[in-house]
């Protein structure tokens, strides 16, 4: 598990705006690594802030948040690159996705240039997203929604409670409305 630091090194360190936005959408929007790279030009709407993943796990379709500064970092490439359909497109093919194991290439090379010394693919970054939304106070239901998860146990197992966490929590006697 990575902290928000340790996330916000990694993200930042590719050169590449299309790295770096990959990166950002997968950790950002809680993505898996095959709905990463599929992220199209349409299934941004950026009136709610919110992104369409299309025939993601279990061939479902769901809407998952979007953060204003992935957007800003999509708009950026998309002045650099001006792709037609997919953000991540192949070099070969415009119009394909790049591979997963190219995203999983772009992810290793960050790990080491950031100097991030934690272990693990990509899916890191989805399981940080959802670990972090949870300690911000996010209610798990929507956490379970944007991750395409139908089981809420399923969502369970992505919430790491770190020590710094915990050491925040209160109890609620000692909330102020509760002070003597």
């Given at each position: ?82 792709p037609q ?83 925040r929590v ?11």
């Amino acid at each position: 598990m990575l902290n928000r630091q340790e996330v916000q090194r990694l993200i930042d360190a590719p050169r590449n705006i299309k790295h770096r936005t990959l990166l950002a959408m997968t950790y950002g929007s809680g993505l898996r690594v095959s709905e990463a790279v599929r992220v199209r030009i349409a299934d941004i709407d950026r009136g709610r802030m919110m992104l369409r993943v299309e025939q993601g796990k279990g061939r479902r379709d769901r809407y998952t948040i979007l953060s204003a500064r992935a957007l800003a970092l999509l708009e950026e490439l998309w002045r650099w690159e001006r792709p037609q359909e997919y953000f991540f497109f192949n070099r070969r093919d415009r119009h394909q996705p790049i591979c997963v194991g190219t995203a999983q290439a772009v992810y290793y090379a960050a790990l080491r240039t950031s100097g991030v010394r934690r272990v693990g693919g990509i899916h890191v970054l989805r399981h940080c997203f959802a670990t972090h939304l949870m300690e911000e106070g996010t209610d798990i239901y929507t956490i379970k929604r944007w991750m395409g998860h139908t089981a809420l146990v399923t969502t369970g197992r992505y919430m790491h409670v770190t020590a710094e966490h915990l050491a925040r929590v209160k109890s609620p006697l000692d909330h102020p409305y509760n002070a003597a």
